[in-house]
């Protein structure tokens, strides 16, 4: 598990370094979305897979705060009615229902920092405008923000970067 993160920088044209980014915590800038939605009071968002591939559906779920493992199953359920229009977390919308069911994956209580895109005091107008990327950080780094997470049960074991407690000293397994 990344034990620290880095905020990006980017290069003026007279060649001074400035950040691209800065830290961020999800919905509380008073906007809506940035990914997350609402299900009784538990704000859920879809990660994407870590191997890079564009998958069109989530490998995994984050909920912001430390939550139960059975609220963490229903926001993810409710995230895959809401944003993909489909309820199952069994399997991905066209998979075959006669493939073997894995396993609901276990949920983690872990933390992370939240980068946003771009840097307020310099905005860029590029592609990555009004974008976030998440860093798996300990509870002592500054500005870090606790989150339960959860893989998807359809997405290979490896397609998302979620902390293991059984490994990383900074999780612990959700109840």
């Known amino acids: 598990m990344t034990t620290t993160y880095e905020i990006a920088t980017r290069e003026t044209d007279e060649g001074t370094l400035e ?3 800065h830290l961020w915590t999800p919905c509380a800038d008073g906007k809506e979305g940035h990914g997350f939605i609402d299900h009784r009071g538990l704000l859920v968002t879809g990660l994407d897979s870590s191997s890079g591939d564009d998958a069109l559906y989530p490998a995994g779920f ?7 493992w059975a609220d963490t199953i229903e926001a993810a359920a409710a995230y895959m009615a809401r944003v993909h229009g ?36 310099h905005p860029c107008s590029c ?7 998440m860093a798996w950080a300990p509870d002592y780094q500054p500005d870090v923000v606790p989150i339960t997470a959860m893989r998807h049960p359809a997405a290979a074991l490896k397609a998302t970067a979620i902390p293991n407690p059984d490994h990383d000293l900074f999780a612990n397994w959700a109840l």
């Open 86 to 121: 489909w309820r199952s977390l069994h399997l991905y919308p066209g998979d075959d229902p006669a493939v073997l069911i894995p396993r609901i994956p276990r949920a983690v209580h872990a933390h992370g920092a939240f980068l946003y895109h771009p840097h307020p005091d």
């Open 127 to 133: 592609e990555w405008d009004d974008t976030w990327r």
């Open 62 to 68: 984050i909920v912001l705060g430390h939550q139960t």
């Open 19 to 21: 950040p691209a980014e």
